[in-house]
């Protein structure tokens, strides 16, 4: 089991950075596939992106490819997002998510449901 908690949220203007962090508490972190989504008000739960075990490779939906970075620190038990080029349009709370399983069972299908363990959950809010 692993207990996931979001930092770095808040307020930016368009065309600004921020970068999320997401600790995680628990044995066996790098058993875990990592993932970031985001939920704007009235829309559903949607998948932003995701690394493997070792942060070799990783995916990210079409509407931040390009501005958005995943990683993960093994050494330190944490993912990251960094947000480049931000826009009004990416405004969201932002949860880190845990899952297990074979990283090619994960690809082209980053369904919420695959993902066991959840963070709190960080708002970003980007506005002028």
């Known amino acids: 089991q692993v207990q996931l908690a979001e930092s770095g949220g808040g307020l930016v203007q368009p065309g600004g950075s921020l970068r999320l962090s997401c600790a995680a508490s628990?044995?066996?972190?790098?058993?875990?596939?990592l993932g970031w989504f985001r939920q704007a008000p009235g829309k559903e739960r949607e998948f932003v992106a995701a690394?493997?075990?070792?942060?070799?490779?990783?995916d990210y939906a079409d509407s931040v490819k390009g501005r958005f970075t995943i990683s993960r620190d093994n050494a330190k038990n944490t993912v990251y997002l960094q947000m480049n080029s931000l826009n009004p349009e990416d405004t969201a709370v932002y949860y880190c998510a845990a899952g297990l399983g074979p990283w090619y069972s994960y690809r082209g299908n980053y369904s919420p449901a695959k993902f066991s363990y959840w963070g709190q959950g960080a708002q970003v809010t980007v506005s002028s």
């Open positions: 690394v493997n075990w070792s942060g070799s490779s990783s």
């Open positions: 628990g044995r066996s972190f790098t058993s875990y596939i």
